[in-house]
């Protein structure tokens, strides 16, 4: 099981479970998959918006958001993954 955690710019932290399986799709790495995500969505603040992740079968999408650091855990807390922004 995968949660996302997000740290605000503020230092708010937030944990959002993910579940069995996610699809990271980020601007840098599959452009187009992420103007065609961005144009089914309407977020707040889309210019600041970096990457989404798609889970629960693609019929749940969170926006990663440049200010934010988020990062992907496994159940037990251990860092998955490193999601946030390379600058």
């Known amino acids: ?8 710019s503020e230092g708010n932290e937030s944990n959002q479970i993910i579940g069995d399986s996610y699809n990271e799709i980020h601007s840098t790495y599959n452009e187009a ?19 989404y992740i798609a ?18 855990m496994t159940e037990n807390g251990v860092t998955f993954k490193n999601l946030s922004l390379k600058k």
């Open 55 to 72: 889970y629960k079968e693609g019929s749940e999408i969170m926006p990663l958001y440049r200010k934010s650091n988020y990062y992907m």
């Open 1 to 8: 099981m995968f949660i996302l955690r997000r740290i605000t």
């Open 33 to 51: 998959e992420f103007k065609k995500t961005e144009d089914l969505l309407l977020f707040p603040a889309r210019e600041e918006i970096y990457a």
